[in-house]
């Protein structure tokens, strides 16, 4: 079965805790994406992979860290200076192809934090 | 800068009626235009994206770079047409491949 797998599906935490967000993709897609759900305000994209061992921010990635060290795996740390943690996390993938696939995105199921 | 702009958060209509999910985009280049759909728990996932210029589910969308709008029609709404419906803009090719911009998003129901 093919696709994205994102864990946990609810994650609770205190404040001042780092939490990590797995994405799993069996795909073979070499970019891959972390985004953040708010209501009201769309998809805001956090950070990004287009291959392993790089990484580059996206639109709002203060108080997040991600690490690429192998090409299925893309998993998201919530720090303790991000100021709003509580959201839905989505995580996504794409083919390379610059032409045609690479902004066709795959995503996951996502990933809900509360912060307590 | 890019922008999308989806000015209705909800959108009502009855079964059998047309339905216009509207996005306006403001991007300085050429754009890449896309409609992504949720449904009800289920995975955000493409409708269509404007340079296949193909019909899904009955629905379409034509880029209009006079007006800056990629507005999502279908002539007449079906009950499992409602869900959540986001508008997305990319840069074509190069560095911007796979950074979407996304609207705000846009909840339509349809009513039976």
């Known amino acids: 079965d093919g696709g994205i797998t994102q864990s946990p599906k609810y994650l609770f935490r205190k404040e001042g805790q780092n939490v990590t967000l797995s994405c799993e993709q069996n795909l073979n897609h070499d970019a891959m994406y972390w985004y953040r759900q708010d209501p009201g305000q769309g998809l805001r994209l956090i950070y990004y992979?287009?291959?392993?061992?790089?990484?580059q921010k996206g639109d709002i990635a203060e108080g997040y860290s991600v690490s690429r060290e192998k090409k299925e795996s893309f998993p998201l740390t919530v720090t303790s200076a991000q100021k709003n943690p509580t959201a839905f996390y989505l995580c996504?993938?794409?083919?390379?192809?610059?032409?045609?696939?690479?902004?066709?995105?795959?995503f996951g199921a996502g990933s809900r934090l509360t912060v307590l | 800068a890019q922008r999308v702009t989806q000015p209705e958060k909800l959108l009502s209509v009855f079964k059998g009626a047309p339905v216009e999910l509207k996005c306006n985009y403001s991007?300085?280049?050429?754009?890449?235009l896309f409609w992504y759909v949720q449904y009800s728990r289920q995975r955000l996932q493409l409708l269509l994206r404007h340079i296949s210029r193909e019909s899904i589910k009955g629905f379409t969308a034509d880029l209009n770079k006079g007006e800056t709008s990629f507005h999502l029609k279908k002539p007449f709404a079906q009950e499992e047409d409602s869900a959540m419906y986001y508008c997305?803009?990319?840069?074509?090719?190069?560095?911007?491949?796979?950074?979407?911009?996304f609207g705000q998003g846009t909840i339509l129901t349809v009513h039976p």
């Open positions: 997305a803009l990319s840069g074509a090719g190069g560095t911007s491949y796979g950074k979407l911009t």
């Open positions: 991007y300085s280049g050429s754009p890449e």
């Open positions: 992979s287009q291959i392993v061992n790089d990484f």
């Open positions: 996504a993938s794409s083919m390379r192809e610059f032409v045609s696939g690479a902004n066709v995105l795959t």
